[in-house]
């Protein structure tokens, strides 16, 4: 019997497809193959090269704070500890929290009496965080294993969420914001980086599950995201755009694909800089 096809509205599809990618992209990094990739490839002329997507976003003083595999295991979009105004004593959550990088950098800003979590599904992507820990000889951390859309945290208990490009991989984002909404405190804050789109995308890419992988099939227009925030139960949901990309980012974020490639010229132009890195903020009323 044939294998059944993989569904982009089938959690479970979603969560094995993204599951194999992303332990490939930990394993390349954890056997000293180079920086991570969205598709398992590396080198400057395959998927991500040259990191159009997932670099830029950590200036040298950050870098040189952590281990350079945590580095170069980042395939986010943004830096959301830049923008969380982290404070000493807050306890953190880095929901989809890879090779670290940022449970590491939220780690020193809350400083030794605050506390920091990081969740993610893949065994790999774990065992390379754990390892950067240990490099980094940072105490106030600890990885969980889990789904972002059942966070294994009691009600209440967090003073702050970020996330950097991992909530448009989730095929049930309601629940996502949902489940970060529970586990935040009263007054607590919501910081997300993440892709979004304008308008909306061709059914092509909408279709492709390298595309999703690579951050693009799965991103919410963006006035959709801001109202699905908002009925979570959060206030105060804003977005600040960052980074706009052209179509020829996205084929390299996606790895591109034969349905991609085959897009008309007119459609392709008219993609540019509809698709775009974004950072979106919110609070658990009190």
């Known amino acids: ?13 979603v969560q094995a497809l993204i599951q194999q990618k992303y332990g490939q992209a930990a394993l390349t990094v954890l056997q000293g193959e180079g920086a991570a990739c969205c598709g398992g ?7 991500c090269g040259g990191s159009v997507v997932t670099g830029g976003h950590y200036s040298s003083t950050e870098a040189a704070a952590i281990p350079e595999a945590a580095l170069l295991a980042s395939l986010g979009c943004g830096n959301p500890t830049a923008v969380a105004e982290l404070h000493p004593g807050e306890i953190v959550l880095d929901l989809g929290s890879g090779g670290g990088i940022d449970v590491l ?3 020193r800003r809350v400083g030794p009496g605050g506390f920091v979590y990081g969740l993610d599904m893949t065994d790999e992507m774990l065992q390379l965080a754990e390892k950067n820990r240990a490099e980094a000889e940072i105490e106030n951390v600890k990885f969980l294993k889990g789904h972002i859309e059942q966070i294994p945290l009691p009600d209440n208990c967090l003073d ?38 304008q308008g909306e995308l061709p059914p092509a890419i909408r279709a492709d599950m390298e595309a999703y992988v ?20 959060f206030e105060k949901v804003s977005i600040d755009p960052v980074r ?3 179509f020829a980012d996205l084929q390299a974020a996606a790895c591109s694909s034969p349905d991609i490639d085959a897009l008309s010229p007119d459609e392709k132009e008219a993609l540019d800089g509809r698709v775009l890195g974004a950072y979106l903020r919110a609070v658990k009323p009190l």
């Open 1 to 13: 019997m044939a294998d059944k096809p993989v569904s982009l509205t089938d959690r479970a599809d």
């Open 41 to 47: 490839h590396t080198g400057a002329g395959s998927c």
């Open 105 to 107: 950098l939220s780690a």
């Open 160 to 197: 702050v969420i970020i996330s950097n490009c991992v909530i448009n991989l989730s095929a049930d984002k309601d629940a996502v914001l949902r489940e970060a909404f529970r586990v935040l405190k009263p007054g607590g804050r919501l910081a997300v980086s993440d892709v979004v789109v």
């Open 214 to 233: 690579g951050c693009v099939a799965g991103a919410l227009e963006q006035s959709d995201y801001l109202q699905r925030i908002a009925r979570a139960g």
């Open 244 to 246: 706009r990309y052209r």
